[in-house]
């Protein structure tokens, strides 16, 4: 595959986020799950680029750019080079990559009553090593109390475990397991909610749920967008959520008045996506 230069993958990974409301960050993310849309939602002949990415077209509406095309084009024909696709036809390694990048609503939630904290203090000449050990906090779905204090509801092991021991961090990082009880039993709630940005992740939810109700975006359109909220969502407990929350409302909506009215071949290629998960 022809190389590109540092600066134009840059750019290029911002044009797809935008395309995509945030959903996707690569174009070879961008290329397969076209390619999904293609050979499962139109049944597009195999080979035939144009047509797939002009269906995908349809479904993420800012593909109209012609740079993005170009792209996607492109990475149509590389996915092989990523094990990801083979004739045309997605491969087992492509089908792990979609259940990677496609957020998935969780309708079963329990929580065993454990916060799992992590604390660090990291010196200046190891900020790389402090860099690695954020992007995995943020990857494991950890809420930022402080600075260089993380929460998570979930056993972080042997993960988290590893990359202290791969980063030589011994000395600088503490990995607790604690059960809140008494006033921080009753601040948990809003303390999560701080954590993890459940304010501004509401909004966008309110926001989305105000667009269907306005019914002046293609519900294509809608679909793509309300997943993109989905994947920022760390989907906390139910029972560990604000009164106020509105990813529940939003996923019916997007069930009853997006999906089911979405032409059929779009409905399906979501509904899959969501099955893969």
């Known amino acids: 595959m022809a190389k590109i230069k ?97 957020p998935h609503y969780i309708e079963n939630r329990p929580w065993n009553g454990w916060l ?20 995995l906090l943020q990857t494991l779905t950890y809420g930022m109390l402080q600075e260089s204090v993380w929460v998570s509801l979930g056993d972080p092991e042997p993960f988290i475990e590893d990359t202290i021991e791969m980063n030589e961090l011994e000395d600088f990082v503490l990995v607790l397991k ?45 679909a793509v967008r309300y997943l993109a909220i989905l994947k920022t969502d760390p989907q906390l407990p139910f029972r560990l959520l604000p009164k106020d929350w509105l990813g529940d409302k939003a996923h019916q909506i997007y069930l009853k008045k997006v999906l089911s009215k979405m032409p059929h071949e779009y409905g399906q290629f979501i509904s899959k996506l969501d099955r893969l998960a």
């Not at 799992?116 to 050990?133: A, F, K």
């Open 178 to 222: 604690t059960k809140p009880v008494g006033r921080a039993r009753k601040n948990l709630i809003p303390l999560l909610a701080a954590a993890h940005g459940l304010g501004n992740l509401n909004l966008r939810y309110e926001a989305f749920i105000d667009q269907v109700k306005e019914a002046k975006i293609e519900m294509a359109d809608l």
């Open 116 to 135: 799992y904290l992590t604390i660090y203090d990291i010196p200046e000449n190891l900020r790389r090593s402090r860099q690695n050990l954020r992007k």
């Open 6 to 102: 540092k600066s134009s993958r840059v750019s290029l990974a911002q044009a797809v986020k935008e395309a995509t409301f945030g959903w996707l960050g690569t174009a070879a993310d961008l290329a397969l799950v076209a390619l999904f849309l293609g050979v499962a939602g139109a049944g597009i002949h195999p080979g035939n680029a144009n047509r797939i990415y002009s269906q995908a077209g349809k479904l993420f509406t800012s593909l109209r750019s012609k740079r993005l095309q170009k792209s996607l084009k492109h990475s149509l024909y590389h996915l092989n080079d990523y094990g990801w696709s083979s004739g045309w036809k997605i491969t087992s390694e492509g089908f792990k990559r979609l259940k990677h990048i496609i």
